[in-house]
């Protein structure tokens, strides 16, 4: 499985209006949204429960990211989206730092396998630091995109 599997190219947004993690959150599922990938109805289900998550254990794991998840019943597929913040957001971070990029992962509450598959691809990428420092740096739709696909390509950057 590769990023661009499940990445949704058109919910990517390369500057957050959200500056808190409840609004990030908001806006990250909202774009899912107006990209057809879910309905109206499931991304508030998904926006709530996605929060809840979060209050149970910040998924801010350190190093200026974040990984949003949640295995919700009506999603069909893994998909996710991504987004950046120059301003960064507090996510209540295990290292206590602001969060400059947040991967939101939604998995069908089904399939367990894909949700783990999707899940060691998006920390494998997010463990190499060249991975981290190009994504905050990107600042277009088409640079995050080719990140993502260089990525793929590379597992090293």
């Known amino acids: 499985m590769k990023l661009a599997d499940f990445v949704c190219f058109e919910a990517i947004i390369p500057e957050l209006k959200a500056d808190d993690r409840d609004g990030a959150i908001a806006e990250l599922v909202s774009a899912l949204t107006q990209a057809g990938r879910l309905g109206n109805a499931v991304s508030r289900e998904i926006i709530r429960a996605v929060i809840q998550r979060e209050k149970e254990a910040s998924t801010g794991i350190g190093k ?3 990984v949003p ?5 009506k999603v069909k597929d893994v998909i996710a989206a991504v987004g950046r913040s120059s301003a960064g957001i507090d996510f209540s971070s295990l290292d206590k730092q602001p ?6 992962l939604i998995s069908p509450a089904d399939d367990p396998d894909k949700h783990l598959q999707a899940m060691e691809n998006v920390f494998k990428h997010l463990q190499q630091e060249k991975f981290r420092k190009f994504l905050r740096q ?3 739709v088409e640079q995050i995109e080719d990140l993502i696909r260089e990525a793929d390509e590379n597992p090293s950057l």
């Open 64 to 66: 200026g990211v974040a």
């Open 69 to 73: 998840h949640v295995k919700h019943k």
């Open 99 to 104: 969060v400059y990029s947040v991967i939101l």
């Open 138 to 140: 990107s600042q277009t």
